[in-house]
């Protein structure tokens, strides 16, 4: 559990505010552009990681890529080297003495003070690891109470994040490229529209894990919405899908569509609308709701006609 804990930052505190996807120390970008990025997961040749393992390597255009084991970051640490590591964070707030726990996809290097040797057994220090991007995952209730657990499963999660599939991951890799290729600060609470784009949407794609009605204290996800208590009277087209039919749906088709996500923090509710093709967010809103409503579909189609 130690050395988890050193390689991927299970336990870095830090205060809440969140975002969808954000960009951290552009000044790093070239450093990490230069270099070769190793994903880390309990094991790249497992079957459950093979289509998130291909997924990585087909997407990931932006330097050398590599996928190895948790186990394995430390000894790959050095200069222009870069890594993605799911990142568990403790938060708290001055409202309550009570911590929770975010998860995010984090791209990050190192200021170049850590040097691998195996006769030492030094560990990383967290505070020489710098965050250039972060994406937002949204784990089950099960996962928060127990974060460690994440790591000890397959890097498809076994279905405790919700915003998570190889078709997904694709996108989000397509995304955060587009940002760091800017290289920009994208801050916390910066949204994403392209009304163009938004305006080209005939049908929204939506995965059914959103007719969830949640829960912030207990684990169970029996209780649903109907569908038509989302979509009725909108006038506009919404099809619901499972998460496997949306990433068989993103992976096959050769023709560009529309998705929705919804994203749950400890705080904040994120939804957002990607093109399947591009990976581009081409939408996104919060607010401190934990479910989706009529109201975030009907927000999307004001958008869209202004």
């Not at 336990?11 to 880390?40: D, H, M, R, W, Y």
């Not at 590599?66 to 394995?72: D, F, G």
């Not at 790959?76 to 975010?102: D, H, L, R, Y």
């Not at 916390?188 to 949640?214: C, H, Q, R, W």
């Amino acid at each position: 559990m130690k050395k988890i804990t050193f390689t991927i930052a299970l336990l870095c505190i830090s205060i809440l505010g969140f975002s969808q996807i954000a960009i951290s120390n552009p000044e790093e970008i070239t450093k990490v552009k230069n270099g070769t990025t190793f994903f880390a997961m309990k094991g790249p040749a497992s079957p459950k990681a093979a289509a998130y393992v291909e997924a990585i390597k087909r997407n990931w255009t932006f330097s050398k890529v590599e996928c190895i084991k948790y186990s394995e970051v430390e000894k790959n640490i050095a200069p222009n080297n870069s890594f993605v590591t799911i990142g568990a964070k403790m938060t708290s707030s001055n409202a309550s003495s009570a911590t929770e726990t975010n998860f995010s996809l984090e791209f990050w290097t190192t200021n170049g003070k850590f040097v691998y040797d195996p006769k030492k057994r030094k560990h990383f220090d967290q505070a020489d690891k710098i965050i250039v991007a972060s994406v937002e995952l949204f784990p089950d209730v099960s996962t928060q109470n127990n974060p460690s657990s994440l790591y000890k499963m397959d890097y498809d999660a076994a279905g405790h994040i919700k915003n998570w599939s190889p078709g997904i991951l694709g996108n989000y890799i397509r995304q955060v490229q587009l940002l760091l290729n800017k290289a920009q600060e994208r801050s916390s609470k910066t949204a994403f529209l392209n009304k163009s784009e938004l305006g080209k949407m005939g049908t929204l794609y939506i995965p059914d894990y959103v007719l969830t009605k949640f829960s912030k204290s207990s684990d169970d996800e029996s209780k649903k919405y109907d569908e038509k208590e989302i979509t009725d009277g909108l006038g506009f087209n919404c099809k619901f899908l499972s998460l496997e039919e949306l990433n068989n749906k993103i992976i096959a088709d050769p023709e560009p569509f529309y998705y929705l996500l919804l994203i749950k923090t400890n705080t904040d509710k994120f939804v957002t609308v990607t093109n399947s093709q591009t990976g581009e967010i081409i939408y996104s809103a919060n607010s401190g709701s934990a479910n989706l409503k009529a109201s975030d579909i009907k927000e999307i189609i004001k958008t869209q006609k202004r």
